[in-house]
């Protein structure tokens, strides 16, 4: 298995979970209603919700390096989360990742105009191994805070952040 020791001492293979999140559906709530989110597409959507935004990201605090945590463990890292977005004054919404199956589901956030070194690090902060980021009309792009792995071929909607 190529991946990523984690402090906790658990290798992480990046490889299938580069897989897994290429694949997994995203989603952003407003006005109560759920709205797709897909890496290689546009996201016109919450381009339209958010007129004069530049650049929109989604991120979680939820499991890092996508090893399972108590639920407990994650929401309190959620809430703190929150509260940091909240500080930060940009605009945010609720969003979530999961599995095509839902085998796997993650709360998450949208964050609106947050630059992408403050995004990155943020997302480092909570321990995540792959996000969402993209500017207003262009893809849906991955970031994913790691090298990528011999085996895994190069994507153009993907992005390796050492």
Not at 38 to 50: C, D, L, N, S, V
Not at 63 to 70: C, G, I, L, Q, W
Not at 79 to 84: F, N, P, V
Request: aromatic fraction near 10%; charged fraction near 25%; charge should be neutral.
């Amino acid at each position: 298995m190529q991946g990523i020791r984690q402090a906790s001492g658990v290798r992480v293979d990046v490889a299938r979970l580069v897989t897994a999140y290429r694949e997994a559906e995203y989603r952003w709530e407003l006005d109560g209603r759920w709205h797709p989110l897909a890496i290689g597409q546009p996201a016109p959507g919450i381009e339209r919700a958010f007129p004069e935004a530049s650049r929109f990201g989604l991120l979680s605090a939820w499991n890092p390096h996508s090893v399972e945590r108590p639920e407990a463990v994650n929401r309190s890292d959620d809430e703190i989360l929150h509260a940091m977005l909240k500080a930060s004054g940009l605009p945010f919404r609720a969003g979530f990742s999961s599995a095509r199956n839902r085998s796997w589901r993650e709360p998450s956030w949208v964050v609106v105009d947050m630059a992408s070194p403050a995004f990155d690090a943020l997302a480092r902060h909570f321990g995540q191994l792959g996000t969402l980021y993209w500017r207003r009309g262009e893809p849906v792009r991955l970031h994913m805070y790691a090298a990528r792995p011999a085996a895994v071929a190069a994507c153009e909607a993907v992005d390796w952040l050492e």
